[in-house]
């Protein structure tokens, strides 16, 4: 079993930077690929980001590729992703989740765990 609590997420303009975290519970953190995934009002809740659980290769959609890093830190079992040259279309609350074992992927079916969510607005 593995809980996840995000933080970091707030209103901020359009072209500044934020810092979401993902704080993993669990001593199997380093066995899980780790994704963020966003919903915006009234749509789907879409891919963001992704990071293998060995390798560490990452995995980005493409509207945020060069502006978003995906990260984990194995010490304090946290997943993070740092956003910069936010735009408006990025308002979304953000969710992490976790896979057991398997690679990076954007398939949000394919995650065991997730977490609440946090809320990022970007305002024009």
């Known amino acids: 079993q593995v809980q996840l609590v995000e933080s970091g997420g707030g209103l901020v303009q359009a072209g500044g930077s934020l810092r979401l975290s993902c704080a993993a519970s669990?001593?199997?953190?380093?066995?899980?690929?780790m994704g963020w995934f966003r919903q915006a009002p009234g749509k789907e809740r879409e891919f963001v980001a992704a990071i293998s659980w060995i390798g560490g290769s990452t995995y980005y959609t493409d509207s945020v590729k060069g502006r978003f890093t995906i990260s984990r830190d194995y010490a304090k079992n946290t997943l993070y992703l740092y956003m910069s040259s936010l735009k408006p279309e990025d308002t979304a609350v953000y969710y992490c989740?976790?896979?057991?074992?398997?690679?990076?992927?954007?398939?949000?079916?394919?995650?065991?765990?997730w977490g609440q969510g946090t809320q990022v607005t970007v305002s024009s």
């Open positions: 989740a976790a896979r057991r074992g398997g690679g990076s992927s954007p398939d949000s079916g394919l995650y065991d765990y």
């Open positions: 669990g001593r199997t953190f380093r066995s899980y690929s």
